[in-house]
């Protein structure tokens, strides 16, 4: 037995000579907040105990739940005296075999996951802002403990990744990983290609639905995707990475017209999580950040509409894989916590855990080093020689032009210079798709066309993706 | 300990105290089979050999590979006197602690397989054709002798799916899933979609690419997905499900002008495979088959283009899911194969192993009482009354036509009715798309038709996908 923390209630052998467990063992789960996934993870382990018993040979028992308030009433059904205020007593309980964190946010959860793992209990969490702030430490603590750390709906919710990432492509070397981690977001870029709406209007509507929250920062600046990304690039590339590393552009200052432009080019505008792994062996770097992507429409990530996540792998071996779903909500979420809190029952009844592996301190790639096709869309004095103007900017910066759009406004309708001239000059709209180009040289490029008397404004700046998948 | 048998070579405590395994074992790999899939395993394990030490703390060195030839040269590089003919003899070698099989066909793969588990060798195979005809035999005899048996190459090559629904969706209610599982018919509907292809141009360019066999029998008339989905039933649904238990229809009596009308409709056509799980708990029944699909060009398996495959899952709690990528190939095969012996190799050092659960004899629902959308084409004679006529034989089936769409074409192109008069009748294609109907009420409506003076073919008939997916 290779660890002799946590047994269950009645370990047993495993069953031989049939496949049917006649010598099922109890699990006492203890449970750390009771909110939306809490509640659903509850009645969810009620209905399907007796088919959870009859293929994996663990019987579920919630035990004992922490939550902030007892007083307050509850639609799920608990044992008498479950409930309690006290998690730091409920992770060291010796009733209590597997502790289940979905309380969110870094503290106190962070501590309460810390004291179950050194009491040699496994955990199950789904705590994203804990992972992504100390992941590494969390990772090393279920290490050192011999115990499992499983977090599957941590990341994009519902959808079975984690597990595939850590088991199926261990022996995988995995280059990219580009993931639509945000429903709220990909919610609002739906409805502006689909609705043509602005993005004000969309934001209104998430609001309205339930998908976006009053203060909608976290999803719409792109931190929630980047708090997810770098915990997919510490499995994936098995080094240290947080939060704080991964570098956020949001899509508040995206346009309808943007968008719109993107269309008539074959694109759709999605918020893409991206980490990559450059170079071999002993000359790895990497790279995690989050920024709009101009995705081609014959992209499976294209397809990735409304409130629903996917995560799109490309690995060096097994090539484009990707993994749809439903990234947030209770009960998506209660189905993946309810599939590690089996696999974790399941492992303690017969004394193994899963590894994390180790995880290292990886150089990251310097932005100005990394490459991208652009859009740029630049608003401009419409007059002659303009373009040409414009267009040297971009040849002394050795940026490529791949396709251009020139758009001029009806008379009157779009002139920002006001109060300089009595008959105001009119502007043109210029849309730019750039071949691939260094950051460096776009970002220069936008600082030597921001100098220039002829452009009123530098408006967005939006990365290509910058690969067609195979067929 | 849970079972006593297939002990690794250095079994010992797993490591305490740090991630990164200082202790880790050598698991030696017997391998059936040095093909394309099996090359790819061999030089895929020589160059991840390290870095899967460092990360699973298991170092994986294939020590016996049994082949028809041993003469013939080989490309990848194996441990002088490797190779041997006698698979028999490398399946109960003590000298080896896992069996990988990549050999493919029911005979003589099956006996090698069951002999290695009856000797407590855990089992990774990539044999679809084994599994689809004695799948539950295999999970039984593995079950019984305790030990390993992975399958993730089996069902759609690299892509992560075996695990996830094995272990990840094992507490959920897995409603249906629909499978893209056959890449060369994928291909080829690909290339009469997007290229307006005929069938016949599209499978000869497909056998040219190599996507398509020269007898391509077992592909275009769904038999190997038909073999894929069978397997994926049985795990989803805990169920006894054989290849002969699906019923299949292929993609061969498509026309163009089929996947046309499909477009202007806002479909694109799919060869599906299909299992379904209807009822609850005690009144269980199950379907599982494969036949084209019109399916909405927004719904996720419209995006899944050319060679690609995908699966799309309809879990109760969790949702819709969807696994995307390399569904056949050496490398992706492999790279899935490797997953696999990584977690047998893991699963051996520790002393445990994956449990199948049980599985049960279900009822089949009976075809006839399944419910669909569905495409029909006509072609019938052009004169006056004849869209009454054939409405009303619908009508009287209780089908109810969603929309219809008459094309006649230009006059002398297109008549059937040769010598009958010296003035051919003119013929008109109708083509209908109905509500949901039962299986039986269609089958009775084209039997009528078929009886029609007035109809002078009954084309194609093609199911439409039920449901545009949730946002």
Known sequence: MPTGVG???????????????????????????????????????DEQRDAIEARAGVRLEIVRVAVRDTTRPRAVSLPDGALTIDGAGLVVDPDVDVVVEVMGGVEPAGALVMAALAAGKPVVTANKELLAVA??????????????????????????????????????????????????????????????????????????????????TADVEGFDAGAKIAIVASLAFGARVRAGDVACEGISGLAADDIAFAGRHGFVVKLLAVAERFGKADATEVMARVHPVFVP????????????????????????????????????TASAVLGDLIDAASNLRVGAHGSLGSFVDLPFRPVDELASAFYLSILAVDQPGVLATVAGVFGRHGVSIASMEQVVPPAGVASSAVGASLEPEREARIDFITHMAGERDVTNTIAELRGLDVVVRVGSVVRVLDDEPDR
């Open 7 to 45: 047994e269950p209630v009645r370990a047993g052998r495993a069953p031989a000579g049939s496949l049917t467990d006649v010598n099922s063992s109890v699990v006492r789960v203890g449970l750390l907040g009771c909110g939306t996934v809490g509640s659903a993870l509850v009645a969810l382990v």
């Open 135 to 216: 992941g590494p430490e969390v990772f090393t603590a279920a290490g050192a403990a011999g115990v499992d750390l499983l977090f599957e709906a941590a990341v994009v919710g519902g959808i079975p990744f984690v597990r595939p990432l850590r088991e199926s492509l261990l022996g995988e070397p995995v280059n990219r990983v580009l993931g639509i981690m945000n429903g709220t977001t990909n919610y609002i870029l739906t409805r502006m290609t689909e609705g043509g709406a602005d993005y004000g209007d969309a934001l209104a509507e998430a609001q309205a639905l339930g998908y976006a929250e009053a203060d909608p």
């Open 297 to 332: 429409v014959t992209h499976p990530l294209a397809s990735v509409r409304g409130s629903f996540n996917a995560v799109f792998v490309q690995g060096e071996v097994v090539g484009d894989l990707m993994f749809y779903g439903r990234g947030a909500g209770g009960d998506p």
